[in-house]
């Protein structure tokens, strides 16, 4: 999901990223644009490795199933990509500061992620209810925000596929709607606070 919101801000609604059509004028990441180069690095870091390492926790025993359905196996994979997203977040702020919103989204990603892994001690939250509304969530803000007319479509499609998303959650007894309910509210709070704060931060 991180992907897909990157790729849509940065090819349309690129103002919303500073500097960025300054720097992808001006500089390569090897024989791709500065965006791509971007967009494959936070594709590597934040869907790739996350995926791997719950593949390995699973191949080493630490998750018993890949579906991931009840709460033992969530909470190690869990915290597992709360300390990737750290990382990524840590690592655009500290070696990539010249695009600061990149670095906070990916750090209210993160917060969101966290959020989820403590709930998940307890209660089973529906992650992919956070990470849907979170996309929709900051598109929905960003569009808001800059006025950008151009993220009707997207915003648009995104909604098709929350709630196609959701509903397929609910079908499968995956959830109940109120985990549902609590997943939508924290994606949708934490990616619209972190939107708006940017110029605060």
């Known amino acids: 999901m991180p992907t897909i919101i990157f790729a849509i801000l940065f090819y349309i609604a690129p103002e919303s990223i500073q500097n960025l059509e300054e720097f992808n004028g001006s ?8 965006k791509m180069g971007l967009l494959l690095l936070i594709f590597l870091q934040t869907f790739v490795l996350p995926v791997f390492s719950i593949y390995a926790l699973h ?7 890949l579906r991931m359905e009840t709460l033992a196996d969530r909470r190690i994979p869990y915290l597992v990509t709360v300390a990737i997203y750290t990382f990524v977040a840590t690592f655009f702020t500290l070696k990539l500061h010249q695009f600061p919103e990149v670095a906070l989204i990916i750090t209210g990603i993160a917060f969101s992620i966290g959020a989820v ?3 998940s001690l307890y209660w089973k939250i529906s992650a992919h209810a956070v990470g849907a509304n979170g996309m929709l969530g900051a598109l929905l803000g960003i569009a ?16 098709i596929v929350v709630g196609f998303l959701l509903s397929a959650r609910l079908h499968l007894n995956a959830h109940t709607p109120a ?16 939107v708006f704060l940017i110029d605060f931060l």
């Open 179 to 194: 985990q549902i309910m609590a997943g939508s509210i924290l994606g949708l709070s934490v990616s619209l606070s972190v």
């Open 144 to 159: 808001i925000k800059y006025g950008n007319n151009d993220l009707f479509y997207p915003i648009l499609a995104v909604i």
């Open 59 to 65: 191949r080493f025993g630490f998750v018993g199933d």
């Open 117 to 119: 892994a403590v709930i």
């Open 27 to 34: 500089a390569k990441v090897g024989m791709m644009s500065l």
